[in-house]
């Protein structure tokens, strides 16, 4: 069965920065658009970032924008999601997740699998 598997994440001081990274398994991981979610306390999850499964189109939410890159492995079937200059706005729980569509996409429910989240928390 599909197992995505995050880690990386963390207590950071605001201005830091955290590498989070996403193992899949399961799965032709090289087939598969790739997302970042994050879920805030009594918050919707909400879209962060999103990479082809070449590789060679990303998309951002605005609010992490020229902060966050995401990028993938396709040999390793590795995500990853580089996350500079965090501010406390950013505290969350970081899921990644894969979808099956043609190209990158913004919308949860186009992602049919999910990891089980890897907690960011960043201090003021």
């Known amino acids: 069965q599909v197992q995505l598997v995050e880690s990386g994440g963390g207590l950071v001081q605001a201005g830091g920065s955290l590498r989070l990274s996403c193992v899949a398994s399961g799965l032709t991981f090289r087939h598969y658009v790739m997302g970042w979610f994050r879920q805030a306390p009594g918050k919707d999850r909400e879209f962060v970032a999103a990479?082809?499964?070449?590789?060679?189109?990303?998309v951002y939410a605005d609010s992490v924008k020229g902060r966050f890159t995401i990028s993938r492995d396709n040999i390793k079937t590795t995500l990853y999601l580089q996350m500079n200059t965090l501010n406390p706005e950013d505290t969350a729980v970081y899921y990644c997740?894969?979808?099956?569509?043609?190209?990158?996409?913004?919308?949860?429910?186009?992602?049919?699998?999910w990891g089980q989240g890897t907690q960011v928390t960043v201090s003021s």
């Open positions: 990479i082809s499964w070449a590789g060679d189109t990303t």
């Open positions: 997740a894969a979808a099956s569509t043609a190209g990158v996409s913004r919308f949860r429910d186009e992602y049919r699998d």
